[in-house]
């Protein structure tokens, strides 16, 4: 899913065991409303500072319900490229980097994986300083996410 970004400096994957007939858009409902807190402040905090330095800053939209979710559509700083029943393709594209998440489900595992290319040497030290957050902060949304949609609708 993320053949069409091959050049890029840094790349990870997570997953998390799933219910096997989950959909892409009960997945980005969850994964963008149900934000544990201490994740809200963090990047409150990071949006706050990087406001400094003209960069891209995505508000936690907890209002988002969609279950129309198609190419185009933009959720936070994410942008959908492609969108299917069980798999989704954003990102964004900023100076200082460009990154690509892909989720996908399958085989009872909600995997995810990112992909960062380095625009100058801005991105470089924006990353360095964020990745030890973004090594916590994507399983713990996937694990929220989870949480959330495991349990039983009333």
Not at 24 to 32: A, I
């Amino acid at each position: 899913m993320l053949s069409q970004f091959n050049d890029y400096d840094y790349e990870d994957s997570y997953s998390i065991e799933c219910p096997e007939d989950l959909l892409m858009s009960e997945v980005l409902n969850s994964f963008f409303t149900m934000t544990p807190w201490p994740i809200r402040i963090l990047m409150r905090i990071r949006n706050f500072f990087v406001s400094f330095f003209k960069l891209k800053t995505g508000r936690s939209d907890r209002t988002f319900k969609s279950k129309e979710i198609k190419s185009g559509d933009q959720i936070g700083l994410f942008e959908i490229e492609e969108i299917g029943r069980d798999f989704v393709l954003m990102g964004a594209d900023d100076t200082h980097l460009n990154f690509r998440v892909a989720f996908e489900v399958q085989d009872g595992l909600l995997k995810c994986n990112t992909r960062v290319k380095f625009n100058n040497l801005s991105g470089k030290v924006y990353f360095y300083l964020i990745r030890p957050f973004h090594r916590f902060i994507v399983p713990a949304l996937l694990r929220s996410s989870i949480r959330h949609l495991a349990r039983p609708f009333k």
